[in-house]
């Protein structure tokens, strides 16, 4: 099924996502081709709220069949490596008095997805019951930390079970460019093509 994503109402991507993702074939991670089991879900970043919602409401639905989430939102998770390095209050202290650029600099430096990041997602993959993790935050730790560092990171981790990433942009597949995670729809440089878009993944 290749959708396009941005005709489909919120009800239509509600069933597809919910009949894909408490399929056995999602769960059980066939037809992959050995690829790892990541999945991009695309949206426009003006349906952002709507896909909050819509990504509660799957949550819930998918609990009630028995089939267990993990959420991770990406910029709640920083915050709490933040507090837990006990710098939390110096960033924010910082942010008045230091430039744009020097700020996403540290931030790059403490929110490091291989070294922090992806650790921290790791941990907590570990002591949690699951079958679905959800990844979402993506806009809003834009530009310290980019989703297909996070993916990069991720595949040695995270590939025990299938993994949705919210993405509020494109996912585009081109013979010429390869694959690539256009965040806000503007930003055309993150080459990542490991991943599924799960509007094209038939339930």
């Known amino acids: 099924m290749n959708t396009d ?3 489909m109402s919120m009800q239509d991507r509600f069933q597809h996502l919910f009949a ?15 690829e790892v089991p990541f999945f991009i879900c695309p949206y426009r970043p003006e349906d952002a ?16 069949v028995g089939v267990r989430i993990l959420e991770i939102n990406l910029y709640d998770l920083s915050i709490e490596i933040l507090k837990e390095r006990g710098i939390w209050g110096q960033i924010l202290e910082m942010e ?13 430096g403490v929110l490091d997805p291989e070294a922090h ?51 509020p942009g494109a996912y585009t597949h081109s013979l010429e460019s390869g694959a ?11 080459k990542y093509y490991r991943a599924f878009n799960i509007f094209h993944c038939e339930a």
Request: no cysteine.
């Open 20 to 34: 894909v993702i408490s399929g056995q074939r999602f769960l059980k991670k066939q037809g992959l081709g050995n």
């Open 117 to 167: 990041l992806v650790p921290a997602i790791a941990a907590k993959l570990t002591v949690t019951d699951f079958e679905v993790l959800f990844l979402s935050g993506v806009g809003e730790v834009f530009p310290y930390i980019r989703s297909h560092n996070v993916l990069n990171n991720l595949q040695s981790t995270a590939k025990e079970k299938p993994t949705v990433m919210f993405f």
């Open 96 to 108: 008045e008095s230091v430039s744009k650029e020097q700020l996403k600099e540290l931030l790059q």
């Open 5 to 7: 994503v941005t005709k």
């Open 180 to 190: 690539s995670l256009d965040l806000f729809g503007r930003l055309h440089d993150d």
């Open 49 to 64: 709220i709507e896909m909050e919602r819509l990504q509660r409401q799957l949550t819930n639905r998918l609990e009630q």
